[in-house]
């Protein structure tokens, strides 16, 4: 089993950044995807960006150019830095991890957006 721990959530006024981590407690071999997603109370869990093994990456229109995603390998870590924040993207955020046999979640962070 692999356990995912994010962090680097809080409060950010609008137009602000946050970077937010996502550790796993090993290296998980023959991933298929990496990814963030994000869910507010108003809406269900939603797709913020993906990260596949050649290295491309995959963004939902409304974060692009604002968001990006990344991994650290040596760390075990995937990142995702957040740019001019605003307040609609208050939410809980998920790191994912997609394999051929078994998916993983982490437990999420909280970013709050102010106005």
């Known amino acids: 089993q692999v356990q995912l721990v994010e962090s680097g959530g809080g409060l950010v006024q609008s137009g602000g950044s946050l970077r937010l981590s996502c550790a796993a407690s090993?290296?998980?071999?023959?991933?298929?995807?990496m990814a963030w997603y994000r869910q507010s109370p108003e809406k269900t869990r939603e797709l913020v960006a993906r990260?596949?093994?050649?290295?491309?990456?995959d963004y939902v229109d409304f974060i692009k150019g604002r968001f990006t995603i990344s991994r650290d390998s040596g760390k075990n870590e995937l990142h995702l830095q957040m740019n001019n924040l605003n307040p609609g993207e208050t939410a809980v955020y998920y790191c994912?991890?997609?394999?051929?046999?078994?998916?993983?979640w982490g437990q999420g962070t909280q970013v709050t957006v102010s106005t």
């Open positions: 994912n991890i997609y394999t051929a046999d078994d998916e993983f």
């Open positions: 990260l596949f093994p050649s290295g491309s990456t």
């Open positions: 090993r290296e998980i071999i023959g991933w298929l995807t």
